[in-house]
């Protein structure tokens, strides 16, 4: 009983962190494509602003890989614990921080780096959180439940896409379009901090994982355990290719839908106000299904194997993109709705509750925190700034089709990456050893 209670605490505390996590990239993607141009880089074409504004959000992918190597260490060395209690920290007072950044008007070019500095605090922080908590949940659940245990982390991460998307869409509901554009865009992010403050409460009481427990007193003398890192790249070159290869266009994947579609479909398709608040609550709508989606996925990959659900999944990602352009280029709010249900959240979202405890299974205890986190975040790199490239191969086209194209190719090199994926299903997770 008293295993039960704490694995139920663990997930609904690794959840709430990723939600936070995840409403913060929702809010800023959808700022990013509705406001930030205006606000942070007023004295230029509409075109090159909203450039820019990807552009910043892409910065916090490229800092991701850098929080990543930092908490590696951190994570093999102080504990999964310590660092899920302090990335969202990070990630709440970073988010809370943007609401207070004065305008461009108001300080000039000190606005949009300030924006920056936030962003890198933010891409820092998530650079570990998802390592972060499937690790955690994978290393403390049952064989046989660890899909269907590690997966809370992204039915935590939908969550968070819903609460980001509803309260973007209730403020562009309640506010006028300049009031938006002169303030109101700010409230979202201030939202965050209840939010914050009730991840810390709950990480803060997580026992540590038993797994690096016993890494621990295994290497007590530390002398194998002082560069993490470095026996990452020493024993596990190949398996870092593997996750990069998994990980690189899901989240490609992910954001093209979520940051560049937002913005395309305002831009080209519903240019007055309300294009925003029909991609806003069509998201919200997409993301709940997809917190089921991503339970299902976890649970399917305990059922069939990871490789097999994963392959379901990519398959479907692969397949969709010409549907989704051709639905959402009808301006209709029910498109939309079946585009962010049917080609993004629930194949997305269950593609990563397959890979929750896929990754982690892949590398052994001896440096499973420090691998798969910097080659997760290599490839997150791509997937952040693939909605700025996605945007000038619009302005350069003036066509969807290229960028169509693009995401077909990008989720077959995850098919094929799966394919090639041994099963890692129910291994032992206290192996030093890679499981390949």
Sequence with gaps: MEFTHQLRRAKIAAATGTAL??????????????????????????????????????????????????????????????????????????????????????????????????????????????????????????????????????????????????????VMSVFTKQQVLDWAWRIPFWMTIFVTFFAMWLRRRLQESPVFVEKQKAFKQRAENAAPLALAFKNSKLNMLRVFGLTFPCVGHSFLYQAFMAGYFVNYVVKDGDGGKIFSSATSVGAVVGIGGALLGGYLSDKLGRRTAGLIYTTIMMIFPPIAFLLINTGQFAAVVAVMIFCFCFPAEGAMGVQSPQLPEIFGARNRYSAQTVAREIGAIGGGLLPMIATAIMAAFEMWVPVAIMMVILMAGAVLTTYLTPETKDRDLYELDDAM
């Design 21 to 170: 996590d995840q409403m913060e990239m929702t809010l800023f993607s959808l700022a990013a494509a509705l406001v930030f141009g205006h606000v942070f880089f007023g004295d230029t074409s509409p075109a090159v602003a909203l450039i820019a504004s990807f552009g910043v959000y892409g910065v916090g992918f490229l800092i991701r890989p850098i929080g990543g190597l930092i908490f590696s260490h951190l994570g093999e060395t102080k504990g999964r614990k310590w660092v899920l209690s302090t990335t969202v920290m990070m990630m709440g007072a970073a988010t809370f921080g943007i609401g207070l950044i004065p305008s461009w008007q108001t300080i000039g070019i000190f606005a949009p780096l300030l924006l920056i500095l936030a962003r890198c605090v933010q891409g820092a922080a998530v650079g570990a959180e998802y390592t972060s908590g499937t690790t955690y949940l994978t290393e403390i659940a049952p064989i046989g439940r660890r899909g269907r245990t590690a997966s809370w982390v992204w039915a935590g991460a939908s969550a968070g896409t819903v609460l980001g998307a509803l309260v973007w869409f209730v």
